[in-house]
């Protein structure tokens, strides 16, 4: 009878290691689903933030570049050529008209603001990668005490429980701060 109570404790026992073991496998399974998202939405992101700006940026610089050169047109026109120096100030005013209501509609300098907004999001899904990986690690750390401590790696070993990898930065170029450039 003891040695019958001793077995069914050591098979209950069993029992509860194993499914700390799967339970801590699915966790970590699950903290690298968080990373793969974060990574993905980075990916998808990133890019599509870079695209706006400079959309904006060169539609800005398109402008202002018109400008500097429709005043050198309109300062090249000899000074007695009163049609011709007529003509390109007209071109320039009409440019300037477009500065204008460019100011009007973004009274705040929204070039700017795109730029912060841009680093603004970089910051926010880099701090969400960040945070990502430390729950991973976590739960892989969580995943290899239990496969490697004993009793439990008792139980790992014949299971297939195998320890998870940390997620690293292991290229020391990685690690350096990404510039963007425009």
């Known amino acids: 009878m003891i040695a019958l109570a001793i077995a069914a404790a050591v098979i209950l026992?069993?029992?509860?290691?194993?499914?700390?073991?799967?339970?801590?496998?699915?966790v970590k399974e699950e903290a690298w689903s968080g990373i793969d998202v974060?990574?993905?939405?980075?990916?998808?992101l990133i890019p599509n933030l870079i695209e706006t700006v400079k959309g904006y940026a060169a539609h800005e610089k398109g402008t202002l570049e018109e400008i500097v050169e429709l005043r050198n047109r309109?300062?090249?026109v000899p000074s007695g050529?009163?049609?011709?120096?007529?003509?390109?100030?007209g071109m320039l005013s009409q440019a300037l008209g477009k500065v204008f209501a460019l100011a009007e509609a973004y009274p705040d300098l929204k070039a700017n603001q795109n730029f912060a907004e841009l680093q603004q999001s970089l910051e926010d899904i880099?701090?969400?990668v960040q945070m990502s990986r430390r729950y991973y690690n976590g739960a892989?750390?969580?995943?290899?005490?239990?496969?490697?401590?004993?009793?439990s790696n008792l139980v790992a070993g014949p299971?297939?429980?195998?320890?998870?990898?940390?997620?690293?930065?292991?290229?020391e170029a990685d690690r350096a701060v990404p510039v963007v450039k425009f």
């Open 38 to 44: 974060q990574l993905k939405r980075r990916a998808d």
């Open 126 to 128: 880099e701090d969400e």
């Open 140 to 151: 892989a750390r969580d995943l290899n005490v239990k496969v490697e401590s004993f009793p």
């Open 159 to 171: 299971f297939g429980f195998t320890k998870a990898a940390y997620f690293e930065i292991t290229n």
């Open 81 to 89: 050529d009163v049609a011709g120096r007529a003509a390109a100030e």
């Open 13 to 26: 026992y069993l029992i509860f290691v194993y499914n700390g073991l799967v339970k801590a496998r699915q």
């Open 74 to 76: 309109a300062q090249a």
